[in-house]
């Protein structure tokens, strides 16, 4: 078992920035993929980016390149979600996931195993 803690959603103005955290616990060495989705109010959940664990391999949706970043800190099995210039559309529950198959890429909900219990992320116009 995994388990995975989001932290640093909060609300912030259109252009500012903020940075979320996932912290993962348990089987952590059986990680490959790790992922962020999005869901906003009245809209189903969405891929914005993930990495692989090992080689630290990204890939962003098109909705969030040149803006958001997704790194991991191995050392402190954490992965982050630098979001700048953010926009009102942004405005989701954020959630951390973690796959335990080792996929070159992982962008859909079906590939992954675990997921935290998201943070909210509110960007004013």
């Known amino acids: 078992q995994v388990q995975l803690v989001e932290s640093g959603g909060g609300l912030v103005q259109a252009g500012g920035s903020l940075r979320l955290s996932c912290a993962a616990s348990?089987?952590?060495?059986?990680?490959?993929?790790m992922g962020w989705f999005r869901q906003a109010p009245g809209k189903e959940r969405e891929f914005v980016a993930t990495i692989t664990w090992s080689a630290g391999r990204t890939y962003y949706a098109d909705s969030v390149k040149g803006r958001f970043t997704i790194s991991r800190d191995n050392a402190k099995n954490t992965v982050y979600l630098q979001m700048n210039s953010l926009k009102p559309e942004d405005t989701a529950v954020y959630y951390c996931?973690?796959?335990?198959?080792?996929?070159?890429?992982?962008?859909?909900?079906?590939?992954?195993?675990?997921w935290g219990q998201g943070t909210q992320v509110t960007v004013s116009s």
């Open positions: 348990g089987r952590t060495n059986s990680v490959y993929n």
């Open positions: 996931a973690a796959t335990q198959k080792n996929y070159v890429i992982a962008s859909y909900q079906s590939e992954y195993n675990y």
